[in-house]
C-alpha cells in the first residue's frame, strides 16, 4: 500500500475516535484492501499516538472462535495493539460518552516473562514464557459505523480495540487447566454468559503462540513485561451507561468495571 494512503485511512480512523463519529467502512471506497494493507493502516495509526507519547504494552487477538472466523472468511484470529493509554485498573469507571459503540469481552491474559520471538513458538513455549496468567474484561469498539466491519476494516482499525481491564490476583500458569477453566461474564450481579479457554483456538496459549509467529513474520517479536490478551471465551455483550460488569474464573479471581 501507497504510505501516503496508509497515513490518510489512519487518520480517518484516529479523528473517528477523538470526535467520537464513526466512519463509512474503509473497505467501501477501497475493496480491494488487503490484510497487509491493513496492518499497514494499523502500524500508521499506532504511530500517530506514540508521537502523543502513549507506549505499547502489549497486543490483543481477536477471531480466535471458529464461528467469528467464518463469518469473515479467514481461518486465522487478527491481531492490534495494547497502549498504557487503553488501561484500566480494576474496578473503575468507563465514561461510556469515550466510546461509540462499546461491547465488552471477558479473556485470559497472559503476562510475559521474557520475550518470545517466531517462528515455531509453541504453546508450550509460551507457558514457560508467561509470569502470570490473569483475567481481563477487554472492552472493543469500532470507529466504522454500525459496526458494519470487513476483515480489513478491524484490523485496519487496531482490531477493534478500545480500552482493558486487568485483574489484580495473577497465578502461574503451572497447575492451571486453561482450556478446562470457565470464565463467567457478569452483568449487573447476573451471569451473561459462561465460556472455556478451549473457546480459544482450543487453548489460550495456542492462540498466544499464533501471535508470537504471526509478529515474527514482521521483524517484531513479544516482549518481557507485556500483557497479550488471547481473545474472547464469549460473545461480546454491548454496554450502557449504568452498569456493573465483572468476570470471574476460580482460582483467578474477579475483574470489575463500571459503566457510567
Not at 509453541?122 to 507457558?127: A, G, Q, S, Y
Not at 480489513?152 to 486487568?166: E, P
Not at 465483572?246 to 475483574?255: E, F, N
Request: aromatic residues 4%; hydrophobic residues 45%; negative net charge.
Amino acid at each position: 500500500m501507497d504510505e501516503a494512503l496508509a497515513e490518510e485511512l489512519a487518520r480517518r480512523l484516529y479523528e473517528a475516535e477523538h470526535r467520537c463519529s464513526p466512519i463509512p467502512p474503509l473497505t467501501d471506497a477501497y475493496p480491494d484492501l488487503t490484510v497487509a494493507d491493513a496492518y499497514a493502516v494499523q502500524r500508521a495509526l499506532i504511530a500517530r499516538k506514540l508521537e502523543e507519547g502513549a507506549r505499547v504494552v502489549g497486543w490483543k487477538i481477536g477471531l480466535t472462535s471458529r464461528p467469528m472466523q467464518q463469518m469473515f472468511g479467514i481461518d486465522t484470529p487478527d491481531f492490534g495493539h495494547l497502549l498504557d493509554t487503553m488501561a484500566l485498573p480494576s474496578g473503575a469507571e468507563l465514561p461510556c460518552s469515550q466510546l461509540i459503540a462499546p461491547r465488552v469481552e471477558p479473556e485470559f491474559a497472559f503476562v510475559l516473562a521474557r520475550d518470545l520471538a517466531g517462528p515455531g513458538v509453541r504453546e508450550e513455549d509460551v507457558l514457560a514464557a508467561t509470569e502470570a496468567v490473569a483475567l481481563a474484561l477487554e472492552v472493543i469498539d469500532s470507529r466504522i459505523e454500525g459496526w458494519r466491519i470487513r476483515l480489513a476494516d478491524t484490523i485496519a482499525d487496531n482490531a477493534s480495540s478500545a480500552r482493558f481491564v486487568l485483574g489484580e490476583e495473577r497465578c502461574p500458569p503451572t497447575g492451571l487447566d486453561l482450556a478446562a477453566l470457565p470464565l463467567a461474564l457478569w452483568v449487573d450481579g447476573e451471569a451473561a454468559a459462561v465460556g472455556k479457554g478451549e473457546a480459544v483456538l482450543g487453548h489460550p496459549a495456542r492462540a498466544v503462540a499464533w501471535l508470537a509467529n504471526a509478529l515474527g513474520e514482521l521483524g517484531e517479536c513479544l516482549r518481557r513485561g507485556q500483557v497479550v490478551l488471547s481473545g474472547a471465551v464469549v460473545a461480546a455483550v454491548p454496554l450502557r451507561p449504568g452498569q456493573r460488569l465483572a468476570a470471574s474464573c476460580p482460582g483467578l479471581g474477579r475483574v470489575e468495571l463500571s459503566v457510567v
